[in-house]
C-alpha cells in the first residue's frame, strides 16, 4: 500500500519566478487546487494552492485606477512571495496509512510525493486516496458484494468464516474485522466476496452458527 502505486506521478509544477496570474491560469485550466513549487533541479521549495491565490487578488471593492493599479502589481508578482514554505510531503516508501493520517491531522487536499533527493515525482490527493482505499477493498470488484458477520467473540470464528466460504466454493478477496461503533456487540467482521447466490451462504451461515448483520446481505 506505497503511495507510488496511487499517486498521480510526474505532477504539473511551476518556477518560484512565474507571475500569480500564470499560476491562477495553470490551476484553472487542469483543475487543481495545489501547485508543487521547485527549482532548477525540480526539488521542492513551495506549494501554492487556489486559495493562497484568491486572498493575493485585489477585494472586489476595489474600481478603476485603484484596481489596474492592483493587477498591475500582481501580474509582476513572482508566487514565491505567496507560496507556502510549510513543506509536507511524502516519501516514495510513504504508506496509504501514512498519506490518511497526515492529510487528516493537518486539514489539508494533497501531498506531495518525493524521492531521496526531494525531486517531486508524484502528488496524492484526497481523491487519489479514496480510489486507492476503493481498489484495496474490493468496491469495483464485478459481482462482489460486502457481507457482514457479528463477531462473538468465539474461539476461532475467524477459521469458521474462512470454512464456510471454502465449503460453498465462493471466493472472497477481503477480510476485516473490526470494532461495533452502533452498540454493545463485540464486533462486525466484514468479507468482500464473489457471490450471486446469497440464499445459499444466509442458510449455510446459519447452519454454522454464524450470525449475518442483514443490513449488510440482501437475499432475492
Known amino acids: 500500500m506505497y503511495v507510488q ?4 506521478p510526474n505532477p504539473i509544477t511551476i518556477k518560484p519566478s512565474i507571475p500569480i496570474p500564470e499560476a491562477r491560469e495553470i490551476l484553472k485550466r487542469h483543475d487543481f487546487r495545489h501547485l508543487p513549487v521547485v527549482d532548477s533541479q525540480g526539488r521542492l521549495v513551495g506549494i501554492v494552492t487556489d486559495r493562497d491565490i484568491r486572498s493575493a487578488y485585489p477585494s472586489s471593492v476595489l474600481s478603476g485606477p485603484e484596481l489596474e493599479e492592483e493587477l498591475s502589481r500582481l501580474a509582476r508578482t513572482p ?3 505567496i507560496m507556502s514554505t510549510y513543506l509536507l510531503s511524502l516519501d516514495m516508501e510513504s504508506t496509504l496509512d501514512d ?3 497526515l492529510l487528516e491531522h493537518q486539514k489539508i487536499g494533497a501531498l506531495p510525493v518525493l524521492d531521496e533527493g526531494r525531486v517531486v515525482r508524484g502528488i496524492l490527493s484526497i481523491r487519489d486516496l479514496l480510489k486507492a482505499y476503493g481498489e484495496l477493498f474490493g468496491l469495483r470488484e464485478k459481482g462482489s458484494v460486502l457481507i457482514a458477520f457479528k463477531d462473538d467473540g468465539s474461539p476461532g470464528i475467524l477459521m469458521r468464516i474462512v470454512r464456510l466460504f471454502e465449503n460453498l466454493d465462493i471466493p472472497f478477496t477481503r477480510l476485516l474485522r473490526t470494532k461495533d461503533k452502533r ?8 468479507v468482500r466476496a464473489r457471490t450471486y447466490n446469497l440464499n445459499q451462504l444466509n442458510g449455510a451461515a446459519s447452519k454454522a452458527g454464524l450470525e449475518l448483520l ?3 446481505i440482501k437475499t432475492t
Open 99 to 101: 498519506a490518511l493520517l
Open 183 to 190: 452498540g454493545d456487540a463485540k464486533g462486525i467482521i466484514y
Open 5 to 8: 502505486y496511487y499517486m498521480t
Open 79 to 81: 508566487v514565491q512571495e
Open 214 to 216: 442483514g443490513s449488510s
